[in-house]
């Protein structure tokens, strides 16, 4: 059962389709860490030209749908109410699984380091227990 509805998401980070990129949030420890979901449907805008014939989720779209896992992990925690959360680098970023339609990605992130309004945050997406991307990512609160 989701933590977070889609709707109770976007009451924390300010992102609106078509640039909301998780559906639900499973598991949540504010500030700690976060699992998301994200059922990708062929029916995503970003499949017309990804590829025609052959779609495939943007890896860096995989890497948004983390941060975003990432922003409410944060951003849910009383004191940062209201605020949103930047990239500000990605580090160490593999690709290692096709995520097309009808896969239902997982979207890890654990906070591993947060000082003031900067944080860093280790990133794991994955379908049906196949890892799919990783990295490491920075963020800063404003």
Known sequence: M???TTSEIMDIIPHRYPFLLI??????????????RKCVSAGEPYF??????NPVMPGVLIMEAL???G?????SQPEWKGKTAYFAGIDKAKFRKMVVPGDVLS???????????????????SVDGRVAAEAEMTFAIR
């Open 107 to 125: 979207l890890e992130m654990e906070i591993v380091k947060i000082k003031g309004p900067i944080g860093v945050g280790k990133a794991r997406a």
């Open 71 to 75: 922003a409410v992990a944060i951003l």
């Open 2 to 4: 989701a933590i977070y």
């Open 23 to 36: 559906d639900t949030i499973e598991e949540l420890e504010p500030g700690v860490r976060a699992v998301g």
């Open 48 to 53: 017309q030209g990804h590829f025609p014939g």
């Open 67 to 69: 941060a975003q896992v």
